[in-house]
């Protein structure tokens, strides 16, 4: 996001301070980062962030679902801690795993009667179009507008723009496969445990997870997994507080989760025992694939 961007993120005019980690070069940052604890679960403490929200900060983000936990915070919830914050402060809330809740879990309506609220929704990953870098915004035309205005031409290609379209007009088809990604996830959550993994509850199409104290650490698990070919996500590079010992697991298809076991188990020096299992899992959600297709 650019500087002029963020500019206009602020009703005032006047420059937006970004509180965050990272940020784009250039624009001035005044970091406050709001950490969650493992203890909990990666729970977001509601109360502690409803303290935060009233510092008067110029720009918020906020993901959720969030990445790399899965965790949740519902939409009544949600919407009651930022009616309270200042208009001018702006909040920007990432939903790009909304959809694998639920649409009814989602700001978007609340968002477009806001005066300060904007929905950021990647169609990359609830949608299978990562490889056509579209989504779209949900916010007060006010807002948007602004935003058009320092948004550069043909930021999304004609062909990225149809089949997002497309995609939109069949919530049917998505949401069966919602439904199927839960199943699998709940297959694999399971098998993962049962090999000695903590994972961690979340609602999007991955697991986080917490590797035995006794066993390899992440770095070394994700070099044995590319061994054979399964590629998993070394978490401590994906947020500061996490440890040596987190992975982010995808969750696939049926058979590839099934890969990702044997490699895991591989990696850990252990026998996943899951095979029989595995076997009704693959033919329930084959016969799932077939009833998509009809």
């Not at 604890?37 to 959720?64: H, S």
């Amino acid at each position: 996001m650019s500087k002029d961007s963020l500019r206009h993120l602020r009703s005032d005019g006047r420059p937006s301070e970004v509180r965050g980690e990272c940020c784009t070069q250039s624009v001035q940052v005044c970091e406050a980062t709001f950490r969650v604890n493992e203890a909990r679960g990666f729970e977001v403490d509601t109360c502690e962030l409803e303290r935060a929200l009233g510092r008067g900060y110029d720009l918020v983000v906020l993901v959720n679902p969030n990445s790399p936990t899965g965790r949740i915070l519902s939409r009544d919830r949600l919407e009651g801690l930022l009616s309270g914050v200042s208009a001018r402060t702006r909040v920007w809330v990432d939903e790009t795993y909304m959809e694998y809740v639920g649409p009814e879990q989602s700001l978007e309506k609340f968002a477009a009667r806001s005066e300060h609220i904007v929905i950021c929704k990647s169609m990359s990953k609830c949608y299978a179009l990562s490889g056509a870098r579209v989504g779209y915004l949900c916010a007060g035309a006010h807002q948007l507008e602004a935003l058009r205005a320092v948004t550069p031409p043909w930021v999304v290609s004609l062909p990225a723009q149809v089949a997002a379209v497309e995609a939109l007009r069949d919530p049917k088809y998505y949401a069966a496969r919602y439904a199927q990604t839960r199943q699998l996830r709940s297959f694999l959550d399971a098998e993962l445990r049962s090999i000695g993994i903590e994972t961690f509850p979340g609602v999007a199409n991955f697991l986080l997870c917490r590797l035995p104290a006794d066993g390899p650490d992440a770095a070394t698990l994700v070099a044995r997994c590319r061994e054979r070919d399964v590629f998993i996500r070394d978490a401590a590079q994906m947020g500061s507080r996490l440890g040596a010992r987190f992975v982010r697991i995808a969750v696939k298809d049926a058979d590839t989760n099934v890969q990702i076991l044997h490699a895991v188990s591989y990696g850990l020096g252990v026998q996943w025992r899951g095979d029989d299992v595995a076997a009704d899992q693959i033919a329930t959600s084959n016969s799932a694939l077939n009833l998509l297709s009809t």
